[in-house]
């Protein structure tokens, strides 16, 4: 799912990705989803890098940008990547707890760019959680509220993270 623009690693799954090629990746993706977000005009009625800016930019995303009827097309991939970035970003600036990571070995996100510091050890795949909960909008016919759940779900264990 990451965007073949940036890999070298087209032919191999993240999963047999060794560390290094998986942290390769990682900063990668961090440094084109940066460059690409601050080269747009994101213009939020809220705060950037809030829940709310993060629930408005799915909103707008499938609105303006997401093509049903090529859900696999690159484009479409482009734009979960960054709703997936500014996710996490918005996750890091609320919560120090929080950061970038690479996804556990022997668990179903390894190697995958993931948000660590939750309690208990758990990771957020965000790039899996923005596209299953995008599809479950612009192809399952989920109520749009799902994109706040979703959102407001990982905020509040965010939150949790900085009182334990």
């Given amino acids: 799912m990451i965007d073949s623009r940036s890999s070298d690693f087209d032919e191999k799954e993240l999963y047999e990705l060794d ?12 440094r084109t989803e940066k460059e690409a977000l601050e080269s747009m005009e994101l213009a939020f009625a809220n705060e950037k890098y809030s829940r709310d800016s993060v629930v408005e930019f799915f909103e707008y995303v499938i609105s303006n940008k997401f093509d049903p009827k090529h859900i696999d097309s ?10 997936a970035f500014y996710f996490g970003e918005s996750l890091k600036k609320q919560s120090r707890q929080l950061d970038w990571g690479i996804g556990k070995r022997d668990t179903a996100f390894e190697n995958h760019p993931v948000i660590t510091g939750f309690p208990k050890g758990i990771e957020a795949a965000l790039i899996t959680i923005v ?7 612009v192809i399952d016919g ?17 939150r949790a993270s900085t009182s334990t």
Wanted: net charge negative.
């Fill in 19 to 30: 560390s290094d090629q998986a942290t390769e990746l990682l900063r990668e993706f961090l």
């Fill in 74 to 83: 690159q484009d479409n991939r482009i734009w979960i990547l960054r709703i």
């Fill in 131 to 137: 596209r299953n909960t995008l599809l479950g909008v």
């Fill in 142 to 158: 989920a109520a749009r509220d799902s994109i706040r759940d979703a959102v407001d779900y990982w905020f509040d264990a965010g």
